[in-house]
């Protein structure tokens, strides 16, 4: 059973920072990348950024994070990390965290609220 254990979401001024961090834990084979996806309500899931376990970590962004949001690893602890940066209203969704293993199989967490509100 894998989980994915999510952190770091709330609520935050426009032009604030939050960190989100993804621990992926349990009996797995290789993890092939991590990644963070969102969902606003009334809205579809949309990619936020993603980076790969293996060689030297490639990573992909939405457009409408790039420039703001900066994803990094730590493959000994199977973690992925999402740094938040000039918040915007529109940031406002549930971010989930996404893994996909060497099988391939796709893992998603609980997600967690990311609101930015003054």
């Known amino acids: 059973q894998v989980q994915l254990v999510e952190s770091g979401g709330g609520l935050v001024q426009p032009g604030g920072s939050l960190r989100l961090s993804c621990a992926a834990s349990?009996?797995?084979?290789?993890?092939?990348?991590m990644g963070w996806y969102r969902q606003a309500p009334g809205k579809q899931r949309e990619l936020v950024a993603v980076?790969?376990?293996?060689?030297?970590?490639?990573?992909v962004y939405g457009d409408s994070v790039k420039g703001r949001f900066t994803i990094s690893r730590d493959n000994a602890k199977n973690t992925v990390y999402l740094q938040m940066n000039s918040l915007k209203p529109e940031d406002t969704a549930v971010y989930y965290c996404?893994?996909?293993?060497?099988?391939?199989?796709?893992?998603w967490g609980q997600g967690t609220q990311v609101t930015v509100s003054s």
């Open positions: 996404n893994a996909v293993d060497s099988t391939p199989r796709e893992y």
């Open positions: 349990g009996t797995m084979f290789r993890i092939n990348r």
């Open positions: 980076i790969n376990f293996i060689g030297s970590g490639s990573t």
